[in-house]
């Protein structure tokens, strides 16, 4: 068997096992999923420990609402791109250590939120909470890209589809766990000690990860006869992204599911608007309010349910659309 044989042979054996043992690949995708739950548990952590936090820090509702979204989102989405292109060159599992101790470590760092004197001028717990919080984005959005990249060359095509399900359980389940362990442990204790809880164990698996996940070699499970072609610009990937009927699928199926959860929020809102109509209501006649003043809180209370009402028609024509 001469040289180039046996290197097409390798190749094509590449491409169909995958790299490693079938038992270590299962290692590689049974940690790359744990991250990700974690990833998810450090997300949604805040949102649960939302009432406790709030009053002891003196945070508004619109301060807390850039904390759960703007806060994070904002460099979560703009450091994900650059990080996605560097996933395609470097050290993908260096990437990943980092960016889960960063996260980790900041996820740490929220539960020590507290107002900051530093000679003259202090910083309040809002600022320091967002900070930590930015920290958190920044870290998680190196998760996902190289995890990917790594199941590409770990798994062979045929069974890529199947390890990329399970690595997307991880969404699911850290929603959960973040419900559950967090609730449980502001329960029990605090929502500092949630933060210590979900937080420290990250940095413990950062270095797990690192110390037991190969590098496998870029492209190793690509069909050996396959053109190597040049790196393209990212505004030419965007632009053959946006032909494939799989992209504008996948879109219009995220935007349906945001589209229903606004829409069944809008009508939890209202229904509970509602009930307090009706509570104040009977409130009023029992208590011999004077009618003027029941006119007007109704109508207070229905205008909001009118404009919520409006609103959720909106969302309704907007699924409409979509579907």
Known sequence: MTAASASEENAAQSSTAGFGTKRYRSYVLSALTL???????DRGLLAVVGPELVPELGISDTQFGLLTGFGFALLYTIVGIPLARYADTGHRVWIMTVCIAL??????????????TIGSLTIGAFWVLLMCRVGVGIGEAGCTPPANSLIADYYAPRD????LGVYAMGVTLGTMFANLIGGWVTDAFDWRTAFFVVGLPGLLIALIFKLTVKEPPRGYTDPGDKEVKERVELREAIRELMTKPA???????????????????LERDIAKLERDRDSLQEKFATENWDQEQINKQSKTLQDIIDGLSEKEMRWFELSEKIE
């Open 160 to 163: 890529r589809s199947q390890a």
């Open 35 to 41: 991250i990700y739950i974690l990833n998810f548990v």
């Open 247 to 265: 992209f504008w699928a996948t879109t219009k199926t995220k935007l349906g599911y945001q589209e229903q959860k606004e829409y069944n929020r």
């Open 103 to 116: 996260w980790s470590l900041m996820t740490v760092l929220c539960g020590l939120a507290t107002e900051i």
